[in-house]
């Protein structure tokens, strides 16, 4: 089973719709984010969480929404979708980073496509 | 705020060719580096890193990095090409902050046989 599961894989929705995408780890890690892709602009970070307390938007927050319900598991919904946030969503976890003594590696789930019509 | 260049969107190499990825960033102090990589349908894979000491950096999948403070540059290299490599390349860094990396825009690898 993969470190990182994220559900659904695959979705299309339509406009003003509510979308959850669900991601769950047992890397053990508190760490947690959840990043957008779009062609030829990268990865961007909307939410992330330190732990289950702890939650932060990232530099693409508008429009999103975000829950973690455990240690494990980190949620992301849209409450009402539009055209412009159909994309590539990561969910990814990592120890405290180099800075803060650990690995500073990522761990990537396997991405949730979002078409929204 | 740190920022991170890959000025080449496509890269189309010859099987068995040398390969250089370039990378570019933005960044007051020294900063932490990184290579992932990610295959068609895949999330994203860590390839290398660098945070001190020796600037030529080795990762899996027979790849290197070399850190150039002087042109602040984390190009990635390999020095013949498999097929299997072809997948997008993305140069990140993490600043003093210690809680997120900033990724390029990356860089698409083709490989030709």
């Known amino acids: 089973d993969a470190d990182v599961t994220q559900t659904p894989r695959n979705r299309i929705t339509k406009t003003g719709k509510r979308i959850m995408l669900e991601c769950s780890q047992t890397?053990?890690?508190?760490?947690m984010y959840w990043y957008r892709q779009d062609p030829g602009l990268g990865l961007r970070l909307i939410y992330y969480?330190?732990?289950?307390?702890?939650?932060n938007k990232g530099e693409i927050s508008d429009g999103y929404s975000v829950s973690r319900q455990a240690q494990a598991k980190f949620s992301l919904s849209l409450e009402s979708a539009i055209p412009n946030q159909t994309a590539l969503y990561f969910c990814?976890?990592?120890?405290?980073?180099?800075?803060?003594?650990?690995?500073?590696?990522?761990?990537f789930g396997e991405g949730s496509r979002l078409t929204v019509l | 705020a740190q920022s991170v260049t890959q000025p080449d969107i496509h890269i189309t190499v010859s099987e068995g060719a040398s390969l250089e990825l370039r990378c570019n960033y933005s960044?007051?102090?020294?900063?932490?580096l990184f290579w992932y990589v990610q295959s068609p349908g895949q999330g994203l894979q860590l390839l290398l890193k660098?945070?001190?000491?020796?600037?030529l950096v080795q990762g899996i999948k027979g790849f290197e990095a070399e850190f150039k403070r002087s042109q602040s540059s984390f190009n990635l290299r390999k020095p013949s090409v498999h097929w299997s490599d072809a997948a997008e390349y993305f140069c990140?860094?993490?600043?003093?902050?210690?809680?997120?990396?900033?990724f390029g825009s990356g860089t698409r690898l083709l490989v030709r046989p």
């Open positions: 990814a976890t990592s120890d405290p980073g180099l800075a803060g003594g650990g690995t500073g590696e990522l761990f």
């Open positions: 890397k053990g890690h508190d760490r």
């Open positions: 969480s330190f732990d289950v307390k702890d939650i």
């Open positions: 960044y007051g102090a020294t900063p932490y």
């Open positions: 660098y945070f001190s000491g020796d600037t």
């Open positions: 990140a860094v993490e600043g003093d902050s210690s809680y997120k990396l900033i």
